[in-house]
């Protein structure tokens, strides 16, 4: 739906401004995110009716080895005045991955109970593939991950250290209300999109955290029964993504099953050039974050050939979050269209151009698509 206009005392309409965070981070991630900025800025002025309005932090693992830490003293309760955030890669070589990951990116999932992770895998027309005899439409599937606790809740201790008798406890963490409102979010969007919906878990082993999962998942399920459900265990999942991704439409799993899968959904829907990622707070009490979900690639940063696609579906998922879905349609047909022509694309895609080229590339299939008045993606 389009962004509600202010009504001014003469007469006039003001754009409805959304306040963006920037955090560009590590590696590739200003580079990549400069075209997502540029995509944004685009629809906002080719609607006419909103507006974007970004605010850059220069938070990271440079910022780390300079200060000691990941983001500022009182970042998050900066944060908060946002109405999103774009994210661009954390990590590089000389500050340790669980520092950049915990003193940032997990640091605002948490903090701002951005509880719902959603990556689609859609194999778009144009993109690559590495399944033999598996079409297009086969693979098509919205992952919901648990993004608060779980396997990544952070518990446990570190006992004896450096001694013979040495021992670590990682605990993970599967509340009543955690696990009940992902899988309640799952099957909202199951029924919103007239799919059925499909639980990974790994119930044979884990007996307690994923017991417990399994069993609030049947609770739930017996409040949509228009939801067709299945319920797979985490290594057959796995085997099915590759061997028949068809079985999967929407799919809920928790917090480290999610990061796994979707990194192997992301390999067979055209790489990680092109996964996209949404941290969503539902309640909307706090800003959601939206980001590539490749890491920093610090071997290729600064050379200008970085694939952008990603950043710049993760910039459709922000539009459609305002309610501008027609507009994240276009710019995922506009990323189509980029791979179907196949002229100007990114190394990593066969091609030989830079990702300012390509997301100027975009930009114009955009402005193409608002002249003909083209809305939908082939998906």
């Known amino acids: 739906m389009a962004a509600p206009v202010i009504e001014l005392d003469r007469g006039k309409t003001m754009k409805r401004p959304y306040k963006i965070a ?10 990549v995110l400069t075209e997502g900025i540029k995509v944004l800025n685009k629809t906002a002025e080719l609607d006419g009716s909103f507006e974007f309005q970004f605010t850059y932090f220069p938070w990271g693992c440079e910022y780390y080895l300079e200060h000691g830490k990941m983001m500022e003293e009182g970042g998050l309760e900066q944060l908060k005045a946002y109405d999103a955030i774009y994210l661009g890669a954390v990590g590089y070589p000389g500050v340790p991955d669980h520092i950049s990951l915990w003193d940032l990116l997990l640091k605002i999932r948490k903090g701002f109970n951005q509880y719902v992770n959603i990556r689609p895998i859609t194999l778009l027309e144009g993109a690559p593939c590495p399944l033999k005899d598996v079409s297009r439409e086969q693979i098509d599937m919205l992952v919901i991950r648990e993004n608060s ?16 008798n040495e021992v670590v406890l990682q605990t993970g963490i599967f509340s009543r209300i955690g696990t009940e409102r992902i899988i309640r979010y799952a099957f909202e969007e199951a029924r919103k999109q007239g799919r059925s919906l499909t639980s990974i878990s790994k119930g044979n082993a884990l007996n307690y955290s994923m017991v417990f999962w399994d069993e609030v998942f049947n609770e739930v399920a017996k409040e949509y029964p228009d939801v067709k459900t299945y319920s797979y265990l985490v290594d057959a999942a796995a085997m099915f993504f590759v061997k028949q991704p068809w079985r999967f439409e929407v799919v809920v799993t928790s ?8 990194d192997l959904g992301a390999a067979i829907a055209g790489g990680l050039g092109l996964a996209a990622g949404a941290n969503i707070n539902p309640e909307r009490e706090y800003p959601s974050m939206f980001e590539p979900i490749h890491g ?29 879905e027609d507009w994240g349609k276009r710019v995922l047909s506009a990323i189509e269209r980029v791979m179907i ?4 694309l990114t190394p990593d895609m066969g091609g030989t151009s830079s990702t300012t080229q390509v997301g100027d590339r975009v930009i114009d299939g955009i402005q193409d698509l608002n002249t003909s008045n083209i809305v939908q993606p082939t998906l």
């Open 149 to 164: 606790e779980g396997e990544y809740a952070g518990a446990g201790d570190w006992l004896f250290k450096g001694q013979p």
């Open 22 to 31: 920037v955090i560009a981070g590590d590696g590739i991630g200003p580079e």
């Open 296 to 324: 920093s690639a610090p071997d290729i940063a600064g050379k200008g050939i970085a694939n952008p696609l990603a950043s710049i579906w993760s910039a459709s998922q922000m539009l459609d979050f305002f309610g501008h």
């Open 255 to 262: 917090n480290l099953f999610g990061d796994i899968i979707t």
């Open 341 to 344: 022509e196949a002229d100007v």
